[in-house]
C-alpha cells in the first residue's frame, strides 16, 4: 500500500487531552513521553480549545523516542480548529479562493470528480488519485451536488446550507 499523505504532513500528530492547553501543561504531558520518530508537530485539542506544539526527539533511529523539548507554537488563543462546514468560508476570507473546495465539488458534480479520480487511478496506478469514501458515499446516495440539488450542500433553500453531520 501506498502511503498517500503528503510528506509535508507526514510530521504531524493529533492528540485528545485531559490538560488545559498552557505550555507548562503540555510541557509536563510531553516531555520524557515516548513519541513516534517522525513526529514533529502536535496538534491538541482540549474540549472545544486547540493548541500546536513543536516536538524534538531524543533520536530517530528507534521506532518511539522520548521528547526532549516541547515548544508552543499557537496556543489556543491563536488556534481554532475548523470543522468542515467552516472550510469553504475560511479558504474563500483567509486564501482569497474564489469558492471553497466543498462549494467546488458542488459544482463541478461529486459524481464527475468520482469519474474523474477513477480515471486518474486507472491511467497512473498511482493510489494518490484515489477517491475518498466519504465522495463515494455521496454519489451511492445521488447527491452530486447542484445539479441534483444536494451534495456537500443544501441546494433546495436559499442560501444553500452545508449539510454538516449529514456525511
Request: hydrophobic share 40%; glycine share 8%.
Amino acid at each position: 500500500m501506498v502511503n498517500v499523505v503528503p510528506t509535508a504532513y507526514r510530521q504531524v500528530s493529533v492528540a485528545k487531552v485531559d490538560v488545559a492547553l498552557t505550555e507548562q501543561n503540555l510541557q509536563q504531558l510531553f516531555l520524557g513521553r515516548e513519541c513516534y520518530r517522525r513526529t514533529r508537530y502536535v496538534v491538541m485539542h482540549h474540549g472545544d480549545d486547540t493548541a500546536l506544539i513543536e516536538v524534538t526527539l531524543q533520536g530517530t533511529e528507534a521506532l518511539f523516542s522520548p521528547a526532549v523539548a516541547v515548544r508552543l507554537l499557537a496556543g489556543a488563543q491563536d488556534t481554532v480548529y475548523v470543522r468542515d462546514p467552516d472550510i469553504d468560508t475560511a479558504m474563500c476570507l483567509g486564501c482569497g479562493h474564489p469558492m471553497g473546495p466543498f462549494t467546488l465539488l458542488d459544482v463541478v458534480g461529486n459524481d464527475t470528480t468520482l469519474r474523474i479520480a477513477d480515471i486518474m487511478v486507472g491511467e497512473y496506478k498511482d493510489a494518490r488519485y484515489e477517491a475518498p469514501a466519504l465522495l463515494r458515499r455521496l454519489v451511492a446516495e445521488g447527491r452530486y451536488g447542484r445539479k441534483s440539488g444536494k451534495g456537500f450542500y443544501d441546494y433546495s433553500v436559499d442560501p444553500p446550507t452545508p449539510m454538516a453531520g449529514k456525511q
